[in-house]
């Protein structure tokens, strides 16, 4: 038997493959369509239409109800202002981190990135809330029940809708939220993290190795391939690049797509510190915690010993490693 998240991710996996995901929404079996570029195309020039007709029922635009709420106080220019300045703060917080080569300080620096994005998210929703029912707003709920209508089908080749147009609109509220429910749920279980686990299950790595061009691994050329299965092919790529370049990566990480991204990405500054650890007989990193020497690759109690001796000569007697152990 699989483990519990081998099972789970070689389901998606399955999934991917087929190009859809088989459910059941009120007794009824259905088979929601996994999107394709062109897909989204069709929303967008959907949203163009929601948004024209929303102005022609006389819904202000965000630009006109901004100039409202401007107008009767509710909103300041100090207000818009925070929402510029802490976006571009919030950039800068990345870029910072970016830079940064212990894991330590990174994750100091992610809890400092997450207070400053709920702050961000706060006063956004308090826009958002303030501005009420712009056109905007309006066609985007639209098209979020437009990707629902256009989700379940009735047949795995996409040739028969679950609901047409008119039997959506006709759908009660409760039902909507239903139909919206199990489509989100779908959504969330291909997003890009799930996508990424995938590649670094033990079960994919045969696909990994071989999947050089999409006809191999789906049978089709890219330009027919939908989103997840382009992702696949994506992250395959990726990580398998990093395996191949990096020889010391932490059994730890290798399942974890973000600590393996973070990883390759800071490469160089690893070894720099390497070197720095081989130079002048220095055993250790300021500020570096066990977590971050093996992050390095480094064992740091091995390279504290073969740093002393070093120092001794190539050899240390019990003495020194007494003294090494803090018993001396």
């Known amino acids: 038997m699989y483990e519990k998240d081998e099972y789970f991710y070689r389901k998606v996996f399955r999934d991917v493959c087929l190009g859809y995901t088989k459910t059941s929404v009120k007794d ?24 024209s007709k929303a102005k022609k ?3 202000p635009t965000e630009e006109e109800a901004l100039k409202i709420i401007f107008e009767d106080d509710l909103w300041t220019e100090k207000d818009e202002n ?4 802490q976006q571009i703060f919030l950039e800068n917080l990345q870029r910072t ?3 940064l080569n212990l894991k330590s300080e990174k994750d100091r620096h992610q809890k400092i990135i ?5 702050k961000f998210n706060n006063k956004k929703n308090e826009r958002i809330s303030l501005l009420g029912n712009t056109a905007e707003a309006y066609a ?6 437009y990707f629902v209508a256009n ?3 009735l047949d795995k080749k996409f040739k028969k809708r679950f609901l047409s147009d008119q039997d959506f609109n006709e759908l009660s509220y409760s039902d909507i939220a239903e139909y919206t429910k199990v489509n989100n749920l779908m959504v969330s ?8 686990k995938i590649v670094l299950e033990e079960f994919f790595f045969p696909f990994m190795y071989i999947s050089e061009k999409p006809t191999e691994l789906f049978g089709k050329p890219a330009i027919e391939l939908n989103n997840n299965q382009l992702s696949i092919l994506t992250y395959s790529r990726i990580f398998r690049n990093i395996f191949d370049n990096n020889q010391d990566i932490p059994s730890k990480i290798r399942k974890d797509p973000a600590a393996l991204l973070d990883f390759a990405s800071n490469s160089k500054s690893r070894e720099k510190m390497k070197e720095h650890l081989d130079k002048d007989g220095a055993s250790t990193v300021f500020g570096a915690t066990k977590e971050d020497y093996e992050y390095m690759g480094v064992d740091k109690s091995t390279n504290s010993i073969t740093q002393a001796a070093k120092k001794k000569g190539g050899s240390l007697n019990m003495s020194d490693l007494m003294e090494l152990g803090g018993q001396g």
């Open 97 to 99: 981190k970016n830079n």
């Open 57 to 59: 029922r006389g819904l």
């Open 114 to 118: 997450d207070e400053e994005q709920a």
């Open 82 to 85: 925070f929402l510029e300045t």
């Open 189 to 196: 279980t291909f997003c890009e993290e799930n996508i990424q």
């Open 28 to 51: 009824n079996v259905l088979y929601a369509k996994h999107l394709h570029a062109n897909d989204y195309i069709a929303v967008n020039e959907k949203e163009e239409t929601f948004l």
């Open 140 to 145: 985007s709920k639209q098209i979020n029940d």
């Open 151 to 153: 989700s379940f089908y």
